[in-house]
């Protein structure tokens, strides 16, 4: 079962719709809270002009104690709420109402009503007090206290958020259609560069046109426009590495091609012995250039198929290295020697690679050195934790004209009868190119041969 692919669409969708429905959920929040705080205001003043009208009702009738049925009819009848009232002299007591009913602090007459929250069993009632003087005792106060519950608070508060959520809900919904609208709008702005790249023929890797397209799209088309510069550069490298295997290739295959012709044509012991030895030398020479381009190939592969550089230890590298090229030297009748500490230099890069070129600048001293000559490995550790590593030789050496063409492929110096590929030096600059190291060419000991010197970085913590 294959997996959809995620939908960039959906994403933003989700990601808008999620806060939106935030902001729909504290709006009703808000809403519930002014409808409650408006219906507060309301009944509290309903609760006032009752206080008012009780306080009136009662200096109208300032010689009775109580009220009449009809009267507290009047004042407590309520179908939602619990409604209860107090009528105090701050001379006599209480004179009618509710003896359960908070009493106020206040004692004297005040234009301000008192407001205050009580519970009375399990029930939240809302308070509201004023005081008045009273009418037949100048000396007197009345403190006139009527609550009720707030059930008819919170039900208007209800009422109204029922009425609100409709309608904030369609806004919701048509605040969703625009943003899908404007997603889908927006998503066009990438058509061109689809267009673009599904339109384009498979050897075109020229960077994309990055102009038209949104801002926040350009780092994805400098990716793939790096992404396609280090494909032509691969597809070059195998191209380069195609025509050199060709180039390298053509030569000792037709010459093994005319020594079978001749053996053929001459069946004669000393031409067939002669045409062998031909073909064994051809043979030979043509393993060793199969092998230089499979190095080559090897030193230009992308990082991932070598492994991730690391710290190694230089020194003890290029002494097994020059250890094991010493037979090679032997039957050469040269002096290998290494010159430098037996460990402790440390540089970051890959082994394999590194001896590779090491490999490759030995052998090219010891074949174009002197038969009987002396060839020096030496390194030496620099500053700043970089390291010097050189090859000299006291052959013939190279003209300083020529020098700055060594390293090309195929590059031979004229007059140079020596065998060779030409592609000793050129793996040697590819290893060290993917080292950040400098290659140098210069003259060996007294003034003679060639000096190959490789610098390396300090290595990375």
């Known amino acids: 079962m294959t997996q959809s692919s995620p939908s ?17 959920v504290c709006g009703a929040a808000l809403t ?54 107090a009528v105090r002299s701050a001379r006599y007591g209480l004179l009618a109402g509710d003896r359960a009913l908070p009493q106020p602090r206040a004692t004297r007459p ?8 009580f519970r009375a069993d ?25 609550a009720e519950s707030v059930n008819k608070r919170h039900l208007l508060a209800r009422e109204l958020l029922g009425a609100t959520i409709p309608i904030e ?14 997603v ?52 070059a490298q195998q191209q380069r590495f195609i025509a050199d295997a060709a180039h390298q290739l053509r030569t000792p295959l037709a010459g093994l091609r005319l020594q079978a012709e001749r053996a053929l044509a001459d069946p004669s012991p000393e031409t067939v012995r002669e045409a062998l030895a031909h ?8 393993a060793r250039a199969a092998g230089q381009l499979l190095a080559l190939a090897r030193a230009q592969a992308p990082d991932r198929a070598l492994g991730e550089a690391a710290p ?48 490759n600048l030995i052998d090219n001293a010891l074949r174009y050195g002197r038969r009987d000559g002396v060839v020096t490995v030496s390194l030496q550790p620099g500053e700043d934790g970089q390291a010097l590593l050189a090859v000299s030789d006291d052959g013939e050496g190279v003209p300083e004209a020529l020098r700055p063409r060594l390293g090309e492929r195929f590059f031979r110096v004229d007059g140079n009868r020596r065998d060779g590929s030409g592609l000793g030096l050129a793996i040697v600059r590819e290893i060290a190119e993917r080292h950040d190291a400098t290659l140098d060419f210069g003259s060996g000991p007294e003034d003679r041969g060639l000096r190959v010197e490789v610098r390396f970085p300090a290595a990375a913590a």
């Open 122 to 146: 399990t029930t939240s009632m809302r308070m509201v007090s004023v005081m008045l003087a009273n009418q037949d005792d100048p000396d007197d106060t009345l403190v006139i206290s009527t």
């Open 110 to 117: 005040s234009s301000q009503p008192l407001y205050s929250n």
């Open 312 to 359: 190694l230890d230089l020194a003890e590298l290029v002494r097994d290295e020059v250890a094991a090229r010493v037979p090679a030297a032997l039957a050469q009748k040269a002096d290998l020697g290494y010159s430098g500490p037996s460990h402790g230099v440390s540089v970051s890069g890959n082994a394999t690679l590194l001896r590779e070129l090491l490999g």
């Open 279 to 286: 073909v064994e030398r051809l043979s030979t020479g043509t």
């Open 32 to 85: 519930y809270g002014l409808a409650l705080f408006y219906a507060n205001r309301v009944y509290d003043r309903w609760l006032l002009d009752s206080a008012h009208a009780l306080g009136q009702l009662v200096n109208s009738d300032a010689g009775r104690n109580e009220l009449s049925d009809q009267a507290r009819i009047l004042l407590q009848y309520d179908p939602y709420d619990r409604v209860v009232f």
């Open 184 to 235: 889908n709008h927006g998503l066009r702005v990438l058509d061109p560069l689809t267009r673009e790249i599904r339109q384009r023929d498979a050897g075109d890797l020229s960077p994309l046109r990055a102009s038209d397209v949104p801002r926040e799209v350009q780092p994805l088309v400098a990716t793939i426009d790096a992404l396609f510069a280090r494909m032509e550069r691969m597809l």
């Open 8 to 24: 960039l669409r959906r994403r933003l969708l989700l990601f808008v719709a999620l806060p939106l429905c935030a902001v729909l």
């Open 169 to 182: 809900l369609i806004l919701l919904l048509v605040a969703m259609l625009l943003v899908w609208g404007g």
